[in-house]
Each structure stands twice: as structure tokens, then as C-alpha cells.
């Protein structure tokens, strides 16, 4: 399978890249075949629920606010369900780290004294296929304690011992994103289903073995009914593998403004495996920017750095997430602190720390078992938020937050955000949506621009911005109407200003970058066209046009 240089077809199951070394331990053939079994027994409903996000964003777009579901009261109201308890490896969740699963972050992540590592396929990590295979290998070379690093300066990289590593919880894509270098029966499969099922299949043996087991981190899930598919999958994968139900564990990120109205359905969906919630604060700005941004000035905010967990939505997002989770069992994991040390800034390194305090001292506070952080200089500071509201209690799943009132109104309260549009924000934005998708298109998904961790969703937020703020004729605070033709001065500004160095991808990513903030119809993703048209590897010489991308994943 090593040596192939035109499409390779086994089962109906083709493989379209040119492959990497090692490919063959990921992809063998009892491997794709359960792969294909999860793919064929899902792929229609998937399309289905993609379908059924295009009708729900449309019907948001013409005035219909979400609101509690009146279908799923019962859920709500009957008080005796729970989920499972938590899971070995996940009683104790105080500290999680994030970060994309090649070499270097692995080691780092696992050696950070974290209490978990999101090892993640998904916002910081590029989809190209030697990413998503190498990722793959990296994970069980971690697990079999066979991987090491030295960097081109000569600095090793080695796991310390077994009991002091985190319990590993995975990000597999979103169902938006296809895997188009594995086709099915001729369609690419979904990229959550190559991530999860791949790990799975190679390690929820071993990690049994290791006392604990196969966990997931849940991306992008929009309403309880994409929640119950990966239930349905999680029991098909478990069947096939002879594996006790309810083995699997899932914490589902609530990063859609939808799914912040169906928590509870969405835990009840996944009840026997589920594990928690987490506040994903960055792609919820991004979703909530998405469904009305042509809602009129009731729905724009202000600069990015300005909208902050204080905002009235925002603490209404995360107490109330807070309190359906803890009314059932599941822990309450808050989201990521943006900043990034700077070791060779001092008073910057200061701000950053105290900024990053403040944070999980606040989630702490309100009731969060956990929270994110992104780099393993500031897993000391979460760990000790969180020890002096813990004290030697794993968690606190007994703090109900009862004196939370369920908003569904609250939710939406985006006009009480208090804040400006400014010239510096806009540019801000351009200067942070080109670079982090030039970054991306080199193979990097997380990168450190101006000391905060830049993610996909953050360059969601930057880019969805600008496109509501000149939909909407939003007015800076110098009273300028932001209208495209300026956005376009500022952006050649930008641009001129970016420091070039050989082999980058500035152009390419100027590209992408005008296409999703400048269009006039607003692509869903912005990694949608940017992985079609730059990251897929079309071996016949063809190219699947971006719009029919754009349909499909919806």
C-alpha cells in the first residue's frame, strides 16, 4: 500500500493521496473496513442533518429567534435521568490542555502536568492527509511510549512516566468537513468518522489495557439529533469491536448558538457515554455571528478583543451550561484562555498570566470542573485556581447552580454588550484572518499571533466580522461607515505590512481570505474552500468546484 501512485481501490474503500511513511500500520484493511461499516451506516442521516442546518440558518436569517425546544420538555422537566458516572482517567478534569497532534505538541502536552490533553483533529490542526495520518501514528506511538522529538536545535523530546501522563480525550473533525483523499463508494466520508473511527479501532483495546478508555471531545454539533447520531455510532462501533457499551466517553463542546438551546437534549442523546459539556467560547461568538448577521444592528458586536466572557450573553451561555450539567451528572469544562506566554517578554508574559488568572478564576467560581488552557506554561496557573476551589475534591459536581434561572431570551442578549467598532479592530482583523490561514495552508492550525493562541474559530470570528460589520453599514467610533471599499484599502494596507519570507503563502491566503470575508454570499466555513482548493489532492487532475463543497457540507 506504500508504493501506490494512482488511486488504490480494496472493498469499494479508495484512497486517492499520495502516501505517506507508515501508512500502511493506520490504514489496514480490517481498519478501512470498519471505517466503511461507520461511514455506510451513517452517511445519509449526516447529509440529512447538514440539510437541516442550511433550513435552520435560514429560518434564523428571516427573524425565527431560537428557543427551547417545546418537543423535548419532557427531557427537561422529568428529574430522575442521568448520565454515566464519570469515567476512568475523568473523575478529575481541573486542568485540560489543547493542542494539534503531531510530534512536538504531543510530548509537550503529555509532559505538562495537565490532567487531561484534547488531542485535537480538529480548529488547530491542518486536515492535510499527512496530518491526519501522522496524527494517527503519533497517538499510538504515544500510547506504546515509542515516540520521541529533537528539534533542528538539537533539544529532545522524551514522555515522562506513564503515571504522570494526562488521560488522552480526542477531537475528531466536524461533520462539515469531508475527507476527500478516502472515498466510499465513490463520495468522501466524513472527516469525524476517519478521525474517530481510525483512533478507535487501533486503540480502545490498548487503553482498556492502560485502565482507561476511548474519549472524545464532540465539535461543531448544532442540536440534540446530530448528538443522538454520534450516539448511534459510538453503539455501532463498540458492537463491531466486541467492546462493552458505554465504554466510549464524549464531552460535547457547546460552540453553536443552536445547540446552547438544547444542553439537555443533547447530554440525554449521548447519556451512556456521556462525560460533559464544554464552553467553546470562540466558535460560539462565530456561530452567533453566522446565524444573524443580517439581523440588523440588535446582533453586531464590537471589536473582537472587546467581547468578553462578561458580555450578558456570554454568562448566560456559561451558567446555564454550568447548571444542565451539573442537574445530570456530566462535568462543566470552561473554554480556553486565548493568551500565550511570551518567555522573552517579561511584562507581557505578566499580562498574559494575570488575564489567563482572572479567567479560570471566574469559571472557577461559577461552578466549571475544568477549563482549557493552550500552552504548558499556564497549566500551573489553571491547576491552582482550581486547587483552591477544589481543595481534594476531583470535582464539583455537587454545586448545582440551582440559583440559575434557564434564559432562553438571556441567550440572545447581544444588544447589552457594551463596546466599540474600531478602525484598529477592523485592521486587527484583517491582519489576523490572512495569517492564520497562510499558517494553515503550511500545515500549521494553531499559531501564536500578537501573544493569543489563533485557531480556526478565531479566525472565524475575524473574518465573520468584517462581513456582518459591512452588510450591516456598522459605524466606528469615529463615526466612519465600514463600507467593502474601505475594507479593501485597509486590507492592501495589511497586507503590504506582512513580513514575507521564502516558500510562504501570503497570496494564496489573501485569496482565501477576500473570498470568505468580501463575498457576497457568506461561505459557511472558511476552511471549506481553503482545504477544496489548496489541500485536497485531486490526483486525476481535477478540482470539485467549492460551491458543491459548500452545499454538502452546509
Known amino acids: 500500500m506504500n508504493s501506490f501512485t494512482d488511486n488504490f481501490t480494496i472493498n469499494g474503500i479508495t484512497l486517492t493521496a499520495q502516501p505517506i511513511c507508515r501508512q500502511g500500520e493506520v490504514l489496514t484493511p480490517d481498519a478501512l473496513a470498519f471505517v466503511a461499516k461507520l461511514h455506510r451506516a451513517t452517511a445519509e442521516r449526516r447529509q440529512e442533518l447538514l440539510q437541516g442546518r442550511r433550513a435552520r440558518r435560514a429560518q434564523i436569517a428571516k427573524g425565527q429567534d431560537p428557543r427551547f425546544l417545546s418537543e423535548t420538555e419532557s427531557v427537561r422537566n422529568d428529574p430522575n435521568w442521568r448520565v454515566a458516572p464519570p469515567a476512568p482517567g475523568l473523575e478529575d478534569r481541573r486542568v485540560e490542555i489543547t493542542g494539534p497532534v503531531d510530534k512536538k505538541m504531543t510530548i509537550n502536552a503529555l509532559n505538562s502536568g495537565a490532567k487531561v490533553w484534547l488531542a485535537d483533529m480538529e480548529d488547530s490542526s491542518t486536515p492535510s492527509w499527512r496530518n491526519v495520518i501522522q496524527g494517527q501514528l503519533n497517538l499510538t506511538d504515544a500510547l506504546e511510549r515509542r515516540i520521541d522529538f529533537t528539534s533542528p536545535e538539537g533539544k529532545e523530546y522524551t514522555l515522562r512516566p506513564a503515571g504522570e501522563l494526562p488521560t488522552i480525550v480526542v477531537r475528531p473533525r466536524g461533520w462539515h468537513l469531508p475527507e476527500k483523499h478516502m472515498l466510499i463508494d465513490g463520495e468522501p466520508i466524513a472527516g469525524g468518522i476517519v478521525d474517530f473511527g481510525l483512533y478507535f479501532f ?6 482498556l489495557a492502560q485502565g482507561k478508555g476511548p474519549y472524545f471531545y464532540l465539535p461543531k454539533i448544532e442540536n440534540h439529533l446530530e448528538a443522538r447520531l454520534w450516539n448511534d455510532i459510538f453503539i455501532l462501533a463498540q458492537d463491531l469491536l466486541g467492546i462493552p457499551q458505554g465504554t466510549i466517553r464524549a464531552t460535547v463542546l457547546i460552540e453553536t448558538i443552536t445547540a446552547s438551546f438544547e444542553m439537555e437534549e443533547i447530554l440525554y442523546e449521548l447519556r451512556d457515554h456521556a462525560s460533559g459539556l464544554n464552553a467553546g467560547r470562540w466558535d460560539y461568538i462565530f456561530s452567533m455571528i453566522k446565524n444573524f448577521r443580517t439581523r440588523g444592528p440588535r446582533f453586531v458586536l464590537p471589536d473582537r478583543g472587546q467581547v468578553t466572557m462578561t458580555a450578558p450573553f456570554m454568562r448566560a451561555y456559561t451558567e446555564q451550561l454550568v447548571r444542565a450539567c451539573h442537574k445530570r451528572g456530566a462535568m462543566a469544562i470552561g473554554g480556553m484562555a486565548a493568551a500565550v506566554p511570551n518567555r522573552k517578554d517579561q511584562e507581557a508574559n505578566a499580562i498574559a498570566f494575570e488575564k489567563v488568572r482572572a479567567d479560570k478564576t471566574r469559571e472557577a467560581n461559577d461552578g466549571f470542573d475544568g477549563s482549557w488552557v493552550a500552552h504548558p506554561d499556564l ?18 459536581l455537587d454545586r448545582l447552580r440551582e440559583d440559575v434561572i434557564p434564559d432562553d431570551r438571556a441567550l440572545l442578549d447581544i444588544a447589552a454588550t457594551t463596546g466599540t467598532i474600531t478602525e484598529q479592530g477592523i485592521r486587527n482583523n484583517i491582519e489576523v484572518g490572512i495569517r492564520y490561514i497562510e499558517s494553515w495552508l503550511r500545515g500549521n492550525g494553531a499559531v501564536a499571533i500578537h501573544n493569543l493562541m489563533e485557531d480556526a474559530a478565531t479566525a472565524e470570528i475575524s473574518r465573520s466580522q468584517l462581513w456582518q460589520w459591512i452588510y450591516s453599514h456598522a459605524i466606528t467610533d469615529h463615526g466612519e461607515i465600514i463600507t467593502r471599499e474601505w475594507v479593501e484599502e485597509l486590507l492592501d494596507e495589511e497586507f503590504l505590512r506582512l513580513e514575507r519570507f521564502e516558500g510562504d503563502r501570503f497570496a494564496d491566503a ?24 489548496f489541500l485536497h489532492e485531486a490526483r486525476d487532475g481535477s478540482e470539485e468546484p467549492v460551491e458543491d463543497a459548500e452545499l454538502v457540507a452546509a
Request: glycine share 6%.
Open 202 to 207: 487501533h486503540n480502545a483495546r490498548r487503553l
Open 379 to 396: 497549566v500551573p496557573v489553571c491547576r491552582e485556581v482550581f486547587d483552591g476551589v477544589l481543595g481534594g475534591r476531583p470535582n464539583q
Open 510 to 533: 489573501r485569496d482565501i481570505f477576500e473570498e470568505v470575508t468580501l463575498a457576497d454570499k457568506f461561505p459557511t466555513f472558511l476552511t471549506l474552500p481553503a482545504y477544496a482548493r
